[in-house]
């Protein structure tokens, strides 16, 4: 991108106007600042991840309040310059606190695409290209994982992908809630481990199951789920008069990156006949975090009875098309986005090995990450990482050595959080903190992105030094 703005990857920018209406022009001008302060600087490690402002500061800047009039163009203008140049930066290369950053032009000339067209994928008559690729996709996902059939679509996230999972795994064991509700179903319980995703207490609570029924699994010292312990609150649950259907196991926990032992849980599963469903945080069947698709972009397979409602204004059964591609009734949405599109042009510019190449890049940055950070003195890991999250925390030099101090792990937990504060007001980085059990804050460095360099991980822990050194 040259400094003038005039060249986006060597292709001379011609925006069509096909008529100088006032909203085309205002759209182009809009552009133009996204290819500057969002692509451009907002990749460049030159500049700040975020503008840091305090929340009233902010609010007077940006101007929010809604008024009775519009204003003029150069003032709209004026309003998207500030909502690019104040937004956290989640494409730069330092944003490492979620699991997510980064960009990919080919996703995000998808996203564009499919923000245009503004479709609404419920229906072959008013989305046939992306029913047609939306199946395609899930098939060539599907693949990937060694299946040769199946039914699926893309949802809003993985919480909401998880709520699907339980509502399908209780209409299989209970088809009569669908008609008949929760009035005439026994007690259900929910088992997943200690580390899942808070997702599966939501949804418990969102479907009318209730948080007090999800039995908490015990993990190890890994934060994987232990399966002789799953065997026992099963049947424990069985002897209290609880009928138990749904087990949430976790490939790539949120916080530790633990995968459960998928196998034994199936065992277990298949003896007590119980529906097994895998939370992916996993560059496969989640492609936020590794190929950089950007929200929303999961998969769940699922049961086009259990959420079917027969609209018959959508879906009349005397198209003159198959009726099997009006794909709208299999979802709890009505209005469903197209997230397929960006997934569908990257793998068809990278391919599935370039899709293997990222991940693999990804977990070579985490090793060398934990490589580096043993061989600086107060870094000290959770765990060894299994999978690219890295969890550790920094001891300032003022702590070493003073670990039986009597408030040694109250003073540690006010280390992160300051770091965080001061990270964030300087603009240099963001990473993420939490504590975790009967561990205090901790650092994680969730090592996602194939952007990273071996010098962004370097600069991470010269900065957390940098920025820790004086508590």
Same mark, same amino acid.
């Given at each position: ?241 609880? /009928?138990? %259907?749904?087990?949430?196991?976790? !490939?790539?926990?949120?916080?530790? +990156?633990?995968? =459960?032992?998928? *196998?034994?849980? #199936? ?122 999250? /890295?969890? %550790?925390?920094?001891?300032?030099? !003022?702590?070493?050595?003073?670990? +039986?101090?009597? =408030?040694?792990? *109250?003073?540690? #937990? ?58």
């Amino acid at each position: 991108i040259s400094s003038n703005n005039e060249y986006f990857y060597g292709i001379k920018k011609e925006w069509p106007l096909v008529d100088h209406t006032e909203g085309q022009l205002f759209l182009n001008d809009t552009f133009k600042i996204i290819m500057e302060e969002v692509l451009c600087k907002g990749t460049d490690i030159k500049h700040k991840v975020c503008e840091w402002k305090e929340p009233k500061e902010l609010a007077l800047l940006l101007d929010l309040e809604l008024r009775a009039t519009g204003e003029p163009q150069h003032r709209l203008l004026q309003r998207v310059q500030d909502v690019a140049k104040y937004s956290i930066k989640t494409s730069h290369p330092r944003f490492m606190n979620q699991q997510f950053g980064g960009v990919d032009y080919h996703a995000l000339a998808g996203r564009f695409l499919t923000e245009a067209l503004n479709t609404n994928l419920y229906t072959y008559e008013v989305a046939p290209v992306f029913v047609l690729m939306e199946a395609e996709v899930l098939r060539g996902l599907r693949q990937l994982v060694g299946w040769t059939e199946g039914d699926g679509l893309f949802c809003p996230g993985g919480s909401a992908s998880n709520m699907y999972a339980m509502n399908i795994a209780r209409y299989q064991h209970f088809p009569e809630v669908k008609s008949q509700g929760l009035c005439g179903l026994p007690r259900l319980n929910i088992f997943t481990s200690s580390d899942s995703h808070y997702s599966v207490k939501k949804g418990a609570a969102f479907l009318g199951i209730g948080t007090d029924n999800v039995i908490i699994v015990e993990v190890d010292e890994g934060g994987r789920m232990i399966p002789d312990d799953l065997d026992e609150k099963i049947t424990l649950a069985k002897s209290q008069g609880a /009928v138990p %259907f749904f087990v949430s196991c976790t !490939s790539g926990t949120t916080v530790r +990156g633990a995968f =459960d032992p998928l *196998d034994l849980i #199936a065992d277990v599963c298949e003896k007590h006949k119980l529906w097994m469903h895998v939370d992916v945080s996993h560059p496969v069947y989640n492609t936020n975090p590794c190929l950089l698709t950007s929200f929303c972009c999961t998969v769940l397979d699922l049961l086009r009875k259990c959420h079917s409602a027969n609209a018959t204004y959508l879906f009349q059964q005397d198209k003159f098309y198959d009726l099997n591609l009006d794909v709208g009734d299999k979802s709890v949405q009505c209005s469903r986005k197209v997230d397929c599109l960006k997934l569908w042009l990257m793998w068809k510019a990278v391919g599935s090995i370039g899709f293997a190449e990222r991940v693999d890049k990804a977990f070579n940055q985490a090793r060398y990450l934990v490589e580096q950070m043993k061989k600086r003195e107060g870094f000290h890991l959770l765990q060894e990482p299994e999978f690219v999250n /890295v969890c %550790f925390w920094f001891i300032p030099p !003022s702590m070493r050595g003073k670990e +039986g101090m009597a =408030d040694y792990q *109250d003073r540690l #937990a006010k280390v992160a959080p300051v770091i965080k504060e001061r990270m964030m007001k300087q603009g240099t980085m963001m990473v993420g903190y939490q504590p975790l059990g009967n561990k205090v804050n901790f650092f994680r460095m969730v090592v996602f992105s194939p952007l990273l360099t071996q010098k962004d991980m370097d600069f991470f822990l010269d900065e957390i030094e940098r920025l820790g050194k004086d508590l």
